[in-house]
């Protein structure tokens, strides 16, 4: 599936953008340029390095990795992310001084509408029914990894569940404070429309530390919740039955297998790859 749907990204991104921004041709056709310039640096000089990630991934979960070593998975795909925004910044803030302020309210109609979805979806007001969904979806996760799961392991979880730190609030309060900085430094370059290196210096940090909060409070409830999720993801490897081991080894190698390939001419999504060390997150 990764090598059928990698080819097609920045016609699908082109189209994202549009839902959120309502592009003109003009925009919709340098947008899509900008995201095939994007997506080639990204096979030449990402693909080879998230490949040997999972290659190396694939060798420590066969020997049940613990907490520490799922965060460091998880710190180093967060390193690939900063590295590909860091590229993405200049075109995006080329992007920026583009746009018109009424895509700017449209852009943020659309985040209220998402967020107004979300919120249903993950932060229910009854306690007991926010734990329900919390246990359902590590449960799904785990089983997108392992295959169906046994009643041992699906009481393991049930026992967890409560014990994970409270990280849908802490995740939403954050989703929305980061849409907040994105809003404003857009607002800022379509206000002022600054020249291409100065729109590029305020909006690289904001997509650099997309996933970092500046809020040292807000950052260490997030760094308490992310750990927490690696000892389950480790706890979760290591009760895993052989045959669920060997799925899971299977997994990971037909991504490294499609990111060498890709890597010779095609991108890598590495959201997709993050599930494996977040079972517990939104």
Known sequence: ????????????????????????AGQNERATQQLEALMAWHRRHELPQLARML?????????????????????????RWEAMAARLAPAAAEFARGLRPEQLERLR????????????????DDPVERLAARSRRI???AEYFFGTLS?????????????????????????IARQQRLLAVLERIVRERPAQATATRWLKPVLVDWWRSPDPRRQA???????????????????????????????????????EKLAAGGGGPVQALMQLTQFSGP
């Open 1 to 24: 599936m990764i090598t059928i749907g990698y080819p097609v990204l920045p016609t699908l991104g082109a189209r994202y953008l549009d839902r959120y921004f309502d592009l003109d």
């Open 55 to 79: 290659r190396s991934a694939e060798s420590e979960a066969r020997h049940r990795p613990s907490g520490a070593e799922i965060g460091r998975w998880r710190e180093a795909l967060m390193a």
């Open 109 to 124: 109609a659309r985040f209220e509408e998402s967020n107004r979805k979300l919120r249903e979806r993950y932060l229910a």
């Open 139 to 141: 449960e799904e996760r």
């Open 151 to 175: 009643e041992r392991q699906q009481a393991e979880i049930l026992r967890r569940a409560p014990q994970q730190p409270t990280r849908e609030e802490v995740w939403f309060d954050e989703r």
């Open 221 to 259: 409830d997030l760094d308490r919740a992310a750990r927490a999720a690696d000892l389950l993801t480790a706890a979760l490897i290591r009760s895993a039955e052989p045959a669920q081991r060997e799925r899971l080894g299977a997994t990971l190698s037909g991504w490294a297998d499609d990111f």
